[in-house]
């Protein structure tokens, strides 16, 4: 997959201020806009004739990055209008994220953008040209707007091969013709992490991204063109709908307190689809996360972590526990992504997540106050307390944990530190998640300070700084759940960095006792797969351990001792 955008930073404008100071660029952009907006012109397009709608045109190219002009597909004037409108409608807040799906061809020999057109032979072009022309006659779909990727063309030539190698099918008696695939275009307002929120959407719904254009404006909208794969009927209501669900569902999860409308737009006919399922509630704006420092009460200190004290206390009344982030951990960049954090904690609401009230963000006192959760952490029972866990018990805080994980997954949060340490309970024998938030921040030299003590849960790829995944977690899950069951440390006897050694090179795992449920024992192994894909996800964890505890309640209920057993269940 080819993403030419740093995936959380501002990648394009960097890109953007480097190309806008070459002269060369702004001339060719020139050239393509003036190109542009003859295309448009000389089609029937109503828009092209009100007035001034060269100035707006050209103002459209030059709220993007250079590279935008570069890369775009002269031939796809229409395009352009597109984009155009999808970031009009990106800046009313209920039409947001706008997008609009179509159905592209991908030809071997590519588009013609310009730098393609400046740069290759002409004959070339000319060939390309004609088998862009022969196809388009054909009526087979139009190319991506950005048609120049080697990438794609690379993959259109391989199907192409394949198909001669293959003889007799349909597709090889176009030999230029590749399976069409659909161009998804979104725009939005621009934010941190919104490239990997929206590729984390199209994941989900089984698409692969074969190509991805981000490009941000001058004035903080975002324009993402992605190109994929996998959508099986060539079709667009379809998959429309369903990324509008798709998109829906992680906006109720993360925007609770606002009504979202989408906008969906298909062959440039631009239409908003407000949701029936919502309403706009209105907002004053106010940081209603910002707590009022007089309402909080600090009791006695419970414990103390790698970035501060934790007190237990009340905030008007209601029970809390207070991380007071220690003064000389802060700085620019910590009290940057402590925004960040509070930013998605807010959103966070689920049974098995430990829930966030609010934060105190004027520096020097930062403090995070979550719900005080009465019986600890997992660690504490299991190593201080000697707490054991009886089978069905074990499932349940299994499926808890997992159910806490699959929300936050669903979220676009990769824990990163899950551990039993991070398990809490409350006063119900309800686990839920905790620290996701400030535990993740990195220090200024990019290392993880909770790192060497979470090198025993912590998957391979983590230990080795490769690009890691939701998966991660569901490593660490699985050493968890081998902590539960065994009562025991994981690796007791080496030290946190030998474990990492052996994790890493020798796929150093937990010995699993012979006398569990193989089904469990099967889950904990997948878990740790040294290959993350092979892992499961939580949403299949769920399903395992609920199927689990069936076979073991069932079982339970035809034994004579079964009702004594369930009663010993609540124990600890
Ligand atoms: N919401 C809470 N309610 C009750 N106890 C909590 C809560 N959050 C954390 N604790 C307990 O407070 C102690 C300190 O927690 P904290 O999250 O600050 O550090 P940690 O997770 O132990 O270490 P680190 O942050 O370095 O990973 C731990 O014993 C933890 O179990």
Request: proline share 5%.
């Amino acid at each position: 997959m080819v993403i030419e955008h740093d995936i959380e930073s501002c990648g394009s404008r960097a890109v953007q201020l480097s190309h806008a100071n070459h002269p060369r660029h702004q001339r060719q952009k020139l050239e393509v806009y003036n190109e542009v907006l003859r295309r448009i012109q000389d089609s029937d397009c109503e828009e092209a004739h009100v007035p001034g709608f060269d100035d707006q045109l050209w103002l459209h190219f030059n709220r993007l990055p250079a590279r935008y002009a570069l890369d775009v597909n002269v031939e796809r004037a229409e395009d352009v209008l597109a984009h155009k409108r999808l970031l009009k409608l990106a800046e009313d807040p209920a039409s947001r994220p706008a997008f609009q799906v179509r159905l592209v061809q991908v030809y071997p020999f590519g588009g013609a953008n310009y730098a393609d057109s400046i740069h290759s032979d002409p004959s070339e072009i000319e060939d390309a040209q004609s088998s862009l022309n022969y196809s388009l006659k054909q009526g087979i779909h139009p190319p991506p707007t950005f048609g120049s990727s080697s990438n794609l063309e690379a993959l259109a030539l391989q199907t192409t091969k394949n198909n001669i190698e293959d003889g007799g099918s349909a597709m090889s008696v176009t030999p230029y013709f590749h399976r069409p695939m659909h161009e998804i275009t979104f725009s939005t307002v621009d934010k941190p992490k919104l490239l990997s929120q929206l590729t984390s959407i199209l994941g989900e719904m089984g698409l692969n991204i074969q190509e991805a254009h981000a490009f941000s404006t001058t004035d903080g909208f975002s324009l993402d063109v992605f190109v994929v794969e996998g959508w099986p009927n060539e079709e667009t209501e379809e998959l429309k709908g369903v990324l509008e669900k798709e998109i829906y569902k992680v906006k109720e999860q993360n925007m609770s307190n606002q009504g979202i409308h989408y906008a969906a737009n298909e062959h440039y006919q631009t239409r908003i689809e407000p949701s029936p399922h919502c309403i706009q509630i209105p907002t004053d704006g106010a940081d209603v996360w910002e707590l009022d420092t007089n309402q909080l009460k600090y009791e006695n200190k419970v414990g103390s972590g790698s970035f501060g004290d934790l007190y237990r206390g009340t905030y008007c009344s209601q029970d809390v526990a207070i991380k007071v982030l220690k003064p000389e951990r802060i700085s620019t960049d910590m009290l940057k992504e402590f925004a960040q954090e509070v930013y998605i904690m807010r959103k966070i609401r689920h049974k098995n997540v430990v829930q966030f009230i609010g934060a105190c963000t004027r520096p020097p006192n930062l403090c995070i106050v979550t719900e005080f959760m009465s019986r600890g952490s997992l660690y504490d029972f299991l190593h201080k307390q000697r707490g054991v866990f009886k089978l069905p018990s074990l499932l349940k805080v299994a499926i808890d944990v997992s159910k806490g994980m699959n929300y936050l997954h669903q979220n676009n949060i990769i824990h990163r530190d899950l551990k039993t340490a991070n398990l809490l309970m409350d006063e119900n024998e309800v686990v839920k998640v905790a620290d996701f938030g400030v535990a993740r921040v990195q220090t200024q030299s990019g290392v993880m300070t909770a790192e060497t003590g979470t090198y025993r849960w912590m998957a391979p790829e983590v230990i080795e700084h490769k690009p890691y995944d939701q998966k991660a977690d569901v490593f660490s899950f699985g050493i968890a759940l081998w902590e539960l069951l065994t009562g025991e440390l994981p690796y007791s006897c080496l030290t946190p960095l030998q474990a990492a050694v052996g994790v890493v090179q020798k796929g150093l795992r937990p010995t699993i006792p012979k006398t569990t449920h193989p089904k469990l024992s099967e889950l904990l192994q997948r878990c740790w797969q040294q290959d993350p894909t092979l892992r499961p996800d939580f949403s299949e964890t769920i399903e395992i351990l609920q199927l689990i505890a069936k076979e073991v309640n069932d079982h339970k209920d035809k034994s004579p001792h079964g009702f004594l057993s369930a009663l010993r269940r609540v124990h600890h």
